[in-house]
């Protein structure tokens, strides 16, 4: 096959259109959320089983939160391991490592509106908010789900506290609750606490 | 690190930087050595895109030191980079159409029969030459979104498989594809409003 004119044209391309495809791509390459490979479309579809569950299941509990969350471990085969977060019960958690090797918890709930675009919330403690947003940013998320990414503090000794509070606007009610996090042997566990929904009272 | 002209080890050393808004001089074979170690990995592996073969794409990159050691001075690239990834992508596609016995990477066939629909050879060929083309492609290049850019020329400057640029940028084969797809579409409606009879 003979080469085609253009190629032969391409090679008098000035040099900075070269340079910039050379250069890493702007949107971040791969984005993984989690290091070890994650069959995507499993764990979305895992997470939204378990959401249809616990929200049946949690229905009219007092102190319980209008949604449910969702806390993620590794496993050593397969994908990450999918646990729904109770109050007041630890389930295992586990540091993820983002492509820039901030550590952190990974967490989700769905959002209201199962069409809207996929977000992640970046809770830190004191952490360079903005920094770890651009570290992270550019993940291919499931549409109509809320990630939370807990960042775990380097030394990861200590265990954290992290405020979450989530308006119900078809409810018209507020939650408010705190994903604590602390160190289990080799790995991590998480609970919610502290869970308390208040109507929401409209400004006067 | 002596001789006519000093190695760029030398001048960056000096705090040259070789770029787009400085001179570079390159001479010395420890500049050789230096350019291998920067840019080797990239020479390599567009050679290797292009030829399938690990040895001649290594054959084909030490020509291109030479020929680079040869050129500069008196030629001063405005970026070395570029400069010597061109090098390199024009002798390998030499080496291939002067080895047509060898087997071609069916990869790179691809990305031929697919530039190839955009505009054939022989209805081009008396309408205008190759700079004439490189700089519809350019100002066609740079109408595009970075990444339909980037993407178009990791598959066609590059040569990069869809799967590898696929995992570049973090998108799914089929979105390589169709990215693809969609701007060689608009790359031959744009020739077309040039006058290029496509």
């Known amino acids: 096959m003979n080469m085609p004119k253009l190629i032969e044209a391409m090679n008098e391309l000035d040099d900075e259109l070269i340079l910039a495809a050379a250069a890493d791509p702007q949107t971040k390459a791969k984005a993984p959320l989690f290091r ?12 939204l089983v378990l959401a249809l569950a616990a929200g049946l299941a949690w229905q009219g509990q007092r102190g319980a939160a209008p949604f449910v969350l969702t806390a993620y471990a590794a496993q050593d085969a397969g994908g990450p391991l999918a646990s729904q977060l109770r109050p007041g019960q630890a389930v295992p958690v586990s540091a993820f490592t983002a492509e820039n090797g901030l ?41 109509g789900t809320v990630y939370l990414f807990c960042v775990l503090p380097e030394d990861g000794k200590a265990g954290h506290s992290f405020p979450y509070l989530l308006r119900n606007e078809a409810q018209n009610t507020v939650t408010a609750l705190s994903i604590s996090i602390e160190r289990d042997g080799d790995g991590y566990s998480a609970k919610i606490e502290n869970v308390v929904t208040t109507e929401q009272r409209a400004a006067s | 690190m ?20 400085s001179s570079c001089i390159f001479g010395g074979t420890s500049a050789i050595r230096e350019t291998d170690r920067k840019y080797g990995r990239l020479c390599l592996s567009l ?12 054959e084909c990159v030490s020509d291109a030191y030479l020929a680079l ?14 400069y010597l990834a061109k090098i390199v992508r024009d002798l390998s596609l030499k080496r291939l159409d002067h080895d047509r016995a060898k087997k071609r990477c069916p990869e790179l066939l691809l990305s031929f029969e ?4 955009v505009l054939p050879d022989e209805r081009f060929a008396a309408q205008a030459d190759g700079a004439a083309l490189a700089s519809l492609l350019g100002a066609f290049l740079r109408q595009e979104t970075p990444t339909a850019r980037s993407v178009f020329l990791r598959r066609y400057w590059f040569f990069d498989s869809v799967r590898g640029i696929a ?9 390589v594809k169709s990215l693809l797809f969609r701007t060689r579409r608009r790359l031959r409606a744009f020739l077309k409003k040039e006058g290029i009879d496509v």
Do not use: Y
């Open chain 2, 69 to 82: 050691w040869r050129r500069i001075p008196p030629e001063k690239p405005e970026d070395l980079m570029a």
């Open chain 1, 36 to 47: 070890r490979p994650l069959p995507a479309a499993c764990a979305c579809l895992l997470v």
């Open chain 2, 2 to 21: 002596n001789g006519p002209c000093s190695s760029f080890l030398q001048k960056e050393a000096e705090g040259w930087r070789i770029g787009r808004s």
């Open chain 2, 114 to 117: 697919e530039l190839e629909a």
């Open chain 2, 167 to 175: 995992a570049r940028f973090g998108f799914s084969e089929s979105k």
């Open chain 2, 47 to 58: 050679s290797r895109n292009i030829l399938a073969s690990g040895e001649d794409a290594r």
């Open chain 1, 103 to 143: 550590k952190g918890a990974v967490f989700s709930h769905a959002a209201q509106d199962p069409k809207a675009p996929a977000s992640v919330l970046i809770l830190a403690d004191g952490a360079d908010a903005e920094g770890t947003i651009r570290a992270i940013a550019g993940l291919e998320l499931e549409r």
